[in-house]
């Protein structure tokens, strides 16, 4: 019988999404056998071993600063130009070695229960470094007492320099990334023959895996998620729904990439409007002179989806790339149709933009930050409307995604007065 494991890296408060992606696998039926993490994935792989979903998710959508760092033992960071989290980090780290654990700790022993972890079916496996050695210390849980699971938890997310190191008998502990802060290894010789790993591609070393004959599926978030010392329950709970989507997605249950959809969604929406694009691309550009096309085309997306016929893949980048020019939520499970009407809705309320402020504005050299992306795209729709866009050319160089965006908007909405 197939044995899985689950190997949970390290990432401080990006850690939210291991437990969306626990989230998910409960979904799919799939169950680990064997549970390995380093730093937070320790954390989180104990909530998972003792079956603690709600304490966990509990957990990290009330997370804040407060909950990990002891406020009162520092000045707040009167400088703007630094982030408040990175002022502090510093401070510990130079006056004191690092921050106390002691929330770290309190945080632990409210949801630590020993009952339920040692009786549960799931082996559980964490990576520490003891400095005093220098040298990495695994322990599993045939190797754990009751009374042990917190201090080497704890030394294991000890995240050094942040945190000061934490100690056990007469040696000091860093965080297990400091050697491995994706420990397959570990779960290869528990005996795991199947891995599913949550990297949150966090600092820290990684491991060249033993063997190649044990399958791993890697899930990483595919959006931008908070700093792993950043503590913030808004960006928690939209790493725990982003770790949820992107599992739905790796497993065939979910659509999309940064954005997602109800399964099938994308294929459906391609097969109804890609054919529409292509014809009425190349329509606009066929009396274009060459010189220009090759200006124009440089941008990879637009030079692809030109020479080629419109693929999946690239029409899919589009209908993405239009909900993040307008600012659509990405931790969201979308339905096509009302994420298509949510781009007319947004053009409609868009202001319109005449070319002789875009070009006045293109002579600043920060062009971009002092245009407003939706204002190009209306300008790009309205010259496709009227069949004018002559007149828009000199501009595609610079705005090509946008240009296509505007013709996607044009293509979904077609005859309709409103959609």
């Not at 990290?60 to 760092?69: A, D, E, G, L, P």
């Not at 754990?144 to 997310?157: C, N, R």
């Not at 989806?305 to 029409?315: A, L, P």
Request: proline share 3%.
């Amino acid at each position: 019988m197939t044995k899985l494991g689950l190997v949970l890296s390290g990432g401080g408060a990006k850690g939210a999404y291991e437990i969306g992606v626990y989230r998910a696998l409960r979904k799919l039926g799939k169950k680990p056998n064997i549970v390995t993490g380093t730093s937070v994935g320790a954390i989180n792989g104990l909530l998972i071993v003792q079956e603690d979903l709600y304490k966990a998710v509990k957990l990290w959508k009330n997370m804040s600063f407060s909950t990990v760092y002891d406020e009162s033992s520092f000045q707040i960071c009167d400088n703007p130009a630094i982030s408040e989290i990175y002022g502090q980090y510093v401070k510990a780290f130079i006056n004191e070695g690092g921050m106390d654990v002691t929330k770290l700790i309190s945080v632990f022993d409210r949801f630590y229960d020993p009952k339920r972890f040692f009786d549960s079916p799931m082996d559980y496996g964490l990576v520490t470094y003891n400095l005093s050695k220098n040298k990495p210390v695994f322990m599993t849980k045939k190797d754990l007492k009751p009374e042990m699971v917190k201090d080497y938890v704890v030394s294991s997310a000890s995240c050094y320099p942040a945190f000061k190191p934490y100690k056990i008998g007469q040696d000091v502990y860093i965080d297990g990334g400091y050697y491995d802060n994706l420990p397959i290894n570990l779960a290869i010789d528990m005996g795991a023959d199947e891995i599913i790993a949550v990297d949150l591609r966090a600092v820290g070393f990684k491991r060249e895996i033993k063997t190649a004959t044990v399958p791993v599926t890697v899930i990483s978030p595919r959006n931008k998620i908070v700093s792993f010392l950043v503590f913030d329950r808004v960006k928690s709970r939209e790493a725990l729904n982003f770790g949820y989507n992107d599992t739905m997605k790796t497993f065939g249950k979910l659509d999309g990439n940064k954005y997602t959809f109800k399964k099938s969604n994308l294929v459906k929406n391609y097969n109804k409007y890609s054919s529409k694009f292509e014809e009425k691309l190349h329509h606009l550009f066929e009396s274009v002179d060459s010189s220009i096309m090759n200006l124009i085309i440089s941008t990879s997306l637009f030079k692809t989806i030109m020479e080629d016929k419109v693929s999946y893949r690239n029409f899919n980048k589009l209908v993405e790339k239009a909900g993040e020019c307008f600012g659509f939520a990405e931790d969201v499970v979308y339905n096509i149709k009302t994420y298509n009407k949510g781009l007319l809705n947004e053009l409609s309320e868009t202001v319109s933009i005449d070319k002789t402020i875009i070009i006045k504005k293109i002579q600043n050299k920060e062009f971009r930050k002092i245009i407003d992306t939706k204002q190009v795209i209306k300008f790009f729709y309205e010259a496709i409307l009227k069949d004018e866009i002559d007149g828009t050319l000199k501009f595609l160089p610079i705005f090509a995604n946008e240009f296509l965006i505007a013709l996607y908007i044009y293509i979904i909405k077609g005859q309709r007065s409103t959609y």
